[in-house]
């Protein structure tokens, strides 16, 4: 069964910085397109930065400078370093991601999401 699993997030204080992982596995036969969403309370589901195979990144205007998203293909993992925090990051952290099966086909995944709240 092929899955998504975040880990990393929790509480930090406004000005502190988390680094959030995205494991894929199952029978995975390539990976595309991986990136972290959030969702604050509220409010709708947005990108927070996206990189594609060769390794070109996206990021929403209110993380540049702050966030970094990059990849390890050869542990199927995405990672997002976010430094600076504000209390406005304040969100469910969702990963997804591109999956390819063995006939070539790409599915798009969705992990189950990790709360990142910053607080003082």
């Known amino acids: 069964q092929v899955q998504l699993l975040e880990s990393g997030g929790g509480l930090v204080q406004p000005g502190g910085s988390l680094r959030l992982s995205c494991a894929a596995s199952?029978?995975?036969?390539?990976?595309?397109?991986m990136g972290w969403y959030r969702q604050a309370p509220g409010k709708q589901r947005e990108l927070v930065a996206r990189?594609?195979?060769?390794?070109?990144?996206t990021y929403a205007d209110a993380v540049k400078g702050r966030f970094i998203i990059s990849r390890d293909n050869a542990k199927k993992t995405v990672y997002l370093q976010m430094n600076s925090l504000k209390p406005q990051d304040t969100a469910v952290y969702s990963c997804?991601?591109?999956?390819?099966?063995?006939?070539?086909?790409?599915?798009?995944?969705w992990g189950q999401g990790t709360q990142v709240t910053l607080s003082s």
């Open positions: 990189i594609n195979a060769a390794g070109d990144t």
């Open positions: 997804n991601a591109d999956l390819y099966n063995n006939y070539g086909t790409s599915m798009n995944y």
């Open positions: 199952g029978s995975i036969f390539g990976i595309g397109s």
